[in-house]
Structure formats: structure tokens, C-alpha cells
């Protein structure tokens, strides 16, 4: 196995439900340091969600090891301090958050004498301060799911799998669970997420993987992962004409619209030269803004079947 101070490290990690279909998950090896904001992407059916299962314990595998914290994952202590938000969850219409909470906090093993005190601070930090004391059954889907949130945070654990952690929550929802995260990140908290909302990920996330038909097809930063820039985009104090496409035919591919230039497949190296050659015929440059690969683009790019 790597060194066990990673947060999480898999070794050729696999489940297969059926002997004669191909596995869910196919030799998994993963490592992820302590302290990182890990996300883990990929279409539904991937496979993500058994890869989670496998990693919290409550599926066992077919083959391959992991550990988390240098313990395997076969062991109960290995789940010590580690919080959860599934996809999919309900709680009790009869209970109010202080309530599961509690039950949740006695599950984790936070002591009884600060149970309280935790209790308000993760109800605090998710926003249900105020409704602590109303029925979970009056609550939306987002409130759940702050609820949830407020579950997997009990107890300052090390390392917190969110899965889906902002699907139900409006866009002020979604920047408080950035901030959340964030915060994690401040503790070094290992915070692994599953999500489909990309832009979420591109903001939050240090490292990336693309999950696809239970294998890791790219694994890196967002930069890395994304690359560079493909071109740029030239803004002009006039409307474009042919003698500018002439003046960059040798730099890549052009397309004019009004004002604006788009010049693809350029090197960062010949950007100043292409500006130059439009200055030379007597135009003026208003911006030139880098065109680069959203992770949405990438992600779409590495899941298409023809790849």
C-alpha cells in the first residue's frame, strides 16, 4: 500500500455484483492527502456511489484494499471522525434537527457533556439555528439537506464524503456550503465530494478525478485536468473586417463577429505577435481576453462514447 498519511489511499479497490458482468468499480487506486477538497465526477451509473460505499464500510469489496487514515477499511475504527451526507436520506417527520442531532451525535461518540454545545454549533453553521426547534416534516428538500449537512459535520471530523451536497439547494444555499467547505479546508479537513454541478467543483475543488464506467479515466488539478488556454478572443475599437482575418490567418483559425475576433488554437507565445500584425494595418486594440476549457467542456470531452 502508499503511506498510510494519506486520508484516503485505494489499491486496485473493486466490486463486482455479477461474476459475468463487468465490475461496478475496476481496480481503484486512489490517494488523497490529508487536508485536500477532493471531486470525484463522472455520469450517473459510474460507479461513484458504490466507490463511496466501499470507502465508509457499508459495502464490501471484491478485491483490492483501501485505508483511510492508515487504517483499513475493513475495521470499524477506520470510520472514527469520518462524517457522511448520502444523496439520498429522510429523517423522521416527527423529530425536530436538535433531536436527530442528538441521535446522530451519540452514534459519533461525542461526549455528552458538549453534546449540546455541538449540537448549535454545526445547526449554526448550516443555517437551521433558528428552526431547531420545528418538525423535520415542515422542512423543503433544501432544508433536508442542510440538515444532512449538519449530520456529516458533527463531531470535527477529519474527513467528510458529501454526496450531492448542494443538488437541493437555491444559489445563497450553495455559497453557504462553498463557505462551509471552505472552512473545512482552513482545518485541514479531508473533504471528498461527489457532485453533478460542475461549477460548484471548479470553484471549491484542489483536485480532481473523472470517474466513467467504474474507472478513473483523469486524475489532477482543475488546471491540469483543463488545460490551457485555446485561443483568445481580440476586441476591437471598430467592426472587424477581411484585412483582419488576413492579418491572423497565420496564427490559427479566425471568426469575426462586429467587433470582436476569435482566434483559436493560438500559443500564448504568439499572442503579442498576432496583436502586433492587427496594430501594423492600423487597428486599435480594445481587450484580449484568453479562451479556455470549462471543467463542463473537459467533462464532456472524456465521457463521450466515441473517445
Not at 483559425?253 to 482566434?263: H, K, N, P, Y
Request: include cysteine; aromatic fraction near 6%; charge should be positive.
Amino acid at each position: 500500500m502508499h503511506s498510510n498519511k494519506a486520508a484516503i489511499d485505494s489499491l486496485q479497490l473493486t466490486k463486482a455484483y455479477r461474476s459475468n458482468d463487468p465490475p461496478a468499480v475496476a481496480d481503484l487506486t486512489l490517494k488523497i492527502e490529508a487536508g485536500c477538497v477532493f471531486g470525484f465526477l463522472g455520469p450517473n451509473g459510474a460507479g461513484k456511489t458504490t466507490v463511496l460505499k466501499m470507502l465508509l464500510g457499508l459495502t464490501r469489496p471484491s478485491s483490492g484494499k483501501a485505508l483511510l487514515f492508515g487504517r483499513p477499511i475493513d475495521r470499524p475504527h477506520s470510520r472514527e471522525r469520518v462524517g457522511y451526507l448520502p444523496e439520498l436520506f429522510r429523517y423522521p417527520p416527527w423529530l425536530t434537527p436538535r433531536e436527530v442531532l442528538d441521535y446522530h451525535a451519540a452514534l459519533a461518540g461525542v461526549p455528552h457533556a458538549g453534546r449540546m454545545t455541538e449540537i448549535e454549533r454545526v445547526l449554526s453553521m448550516v443555517g437551521l439555528a433558528s428552526r431547531a426547534a420545528d418538525r423535520t416534516g415542515t422542512f423543503s428538500k433544501g432544508m433536508q439537506q442542510r440538515l444532512g449537512l449538519a449530520v456529516a459535520l458533527l463531531g470535527h471530523p477529519r474527513l467528510v464524503f458529501l454526496d450531492e451536497p448542494t443538488s437541493a439547494l437555491d444559489p445563497l444555499g450553495r455559497v453557504d456550503v462553498r463557505d462551509i467547505v471552505r472552512g473545512l479546508r482552513d482545518e485541514s479537513t479531508t473533504v471528498f465530494i461527489n457532485s453533478h454541478l460542475l461549477t460548484e467543483v471548479e470553484q471549491l475543488c484542489d483536485r480532481v478525478a473523472f470517474f466513467r464506467k467504474g474507472r478513473i479515466v483523469a486524475d489532477g488539478s482543475i488546471d491540469g485536468i483543463v488545460g490551457s488556454s485555446r485561443g483568445v478572443r481580440i476586441k476591437l475599437d471598430t467592426q472587424a473586417n477581411g484585412v483582419a482575418t488576413n492579418a491572423l490567418r497565420a496564427f490559427g483559425q479566425v471568426r469575426i463577429d462586429g467587433d470582436t475576433i476569435a482566434l483559436s488554437e493560438i500559443t500564448t507565445a504568439q499572442v503579442p505577435d498576432a496583436v502586433a500584425a492587427l496594430v501594423a494595418r492600423g487597428m486599435r486594440i480594445r481587450a484580449v481576453i484568453p479562451l479556455s476549457r470549462t471543467l463542463e467542456q473537459r467533462f464532456l470531452e472524456l465521457m463521450d462514447d466515441k473517445c
